[in-house]
Antibody
Framework: QVQLVQSGAEVKKPGASVKVSCKAS????????INWVRQATGQGLEWMGW????????GYAQKFQGRVTMTRITSITTAYMELSSLRSGDTAVYYC???????????WGQGTLVTVSS | SYVLTQPPSVSVAPGKTARITCGGN??????VHWYQQKPGQAPVLVVY???DRPSGIPERFSDSNSGNTATLTISRVEAGDEADYYC???????????FGGGTKLTVL
C-alpha cells in the first residue's frame, strides 16, 4: 500500500534550519509530484511548494521563496524539505503529500512537528 | 493571488444534510478538491476533480461547482463526519496550490 513516512519531531532555535524527510513506498516514486504543506496549531493548511521527483524541478510558494529548498534522492525514494532562517512563526506540523495528475493530494505523510523556540 | 473563502463553521443534526461552501473567482472553471481532517490526524482526500471519490469514501460525500461557488455536500450526516473540511484548487495564473481557510463541521 502507498505510504509516506516522515521523519520525527524537531526542536530548533531561531535562525537555524530544519530538514524534514518523506520516505515513499508502495508505488513508483516518479511520476507523482510531492508537495509540502504546513499547519500551525489551530490554523488552516498552508501550501509551501512542489517537487518533481523525476527531474528535481521545484516550485515554491512566494511566501517561502529564498528560505525553502525541496530535494529528493530517487534511489531511496525519499523527498526532503529544508526550511532556513527559522522563526517562531514557523512552528507547525509539516506534511508531505503525493499529488495526482488532477492536482489532488491523495496520500499524506503523518506529519512532522517542528518547534522553533529559544 | 487567488483566494478561496469558506465559512468558519457549519452545524448539522445527525441524519441531515451538511453543505460547506468554497467561494472563489470563477471557481467553476477549476477542478476543486476537498479534504477532511480530524484532530491530530493528517488530512484525507474525500472528493476530487468535481465529485469523484477515493475508494473507501462513502457516496454520502459529493460536490458541485459552478460560477463562483463550490459546495461539498454530506448527506445523512453521522457523528464520525465531525471534522475540519478544506477545499483546494490549483491556480494556474500563479502556479500555486491554494487552500480554503477550512470549515469546522459540528454534528449536533
Amino acid at each position: 500500500q502507498v505510504q509516506l513516512v516522515q521523519s520525527g519531531a524537531e526542536v530548533k532555535k531561531p535562525g537555524a534550519s530544519v530538514k524534514v524527510s518523506c520516505k515513499a513506498s508502495g508505488y513508483t516514486f516518479p511520476p507523482y509530484d510531492i508537495n509540502w504543506v504546513r499547519q500551525a496549531t489551530g490554523q488552516g493548511l498552508e501550501w509551501m511548494g512542489w517537487l518533481n521527483p523525476n527531474n528535481g524541478d521545484t516550485g515554491y510558494a512566494q511566501k517561502f521563496q529564498g528560505r525553502v529548498t525541496m530535494t529528493r534522492i530517487t534511489s531511496i525514494t525519499t523527498a526532503y524539505m529544508e526550511l532556513s532562517s527559522l522563526r517562531s512563526g514557523d512552528t507547525a506540523v509539516y506534511y508531505c503529500a503525493r499529488v495526482r495528475a488532477d492536482g489532488s493530494f491523495d496520500y499524506w505523510g503523518q506529519g512532522t512537528l517542528v518547534t522553533v523556540s529559544s | 493571488s487567488y483566494v478561496l473563502t469558506q465559512p468558519p463553521s457549519v452545524s448539522v443534526a445527525p441524519g441531515k444534510t451538511a453543505r460547506i461552501t468554497c467561494g472563489g473567482n470563477n471557481i467553476g472553471s477549476k477542478s476543486v478538491h476537498w479534504y477532511q481532517q480530524k484532530p491530530g490526524q493528517a488530512p484525507v482526500l474525500v472528493v476530487y476533480d468535481d465529485s469523484d471519490r477515493p475508494s473507501g469514501i462513502p457516496e454520502r460525500f459529493s460536490d458541485s461547482n459552478s460560477g463562483n461557488t463550490a459546495t461539498l455536500t454530506i448527506s445523512r450526516v453521522e457523528a464520525g463526519d465531525e471534522a475540519d473540511y478544506y477545499c483546494q484548487v490549483w491556480d494556474s495564473s500563479s502556479d500555486h496550490v491554494v487552500f480554503g481557510g477550512g470549515t469546522k463541521l459540528t454534528v449536533l
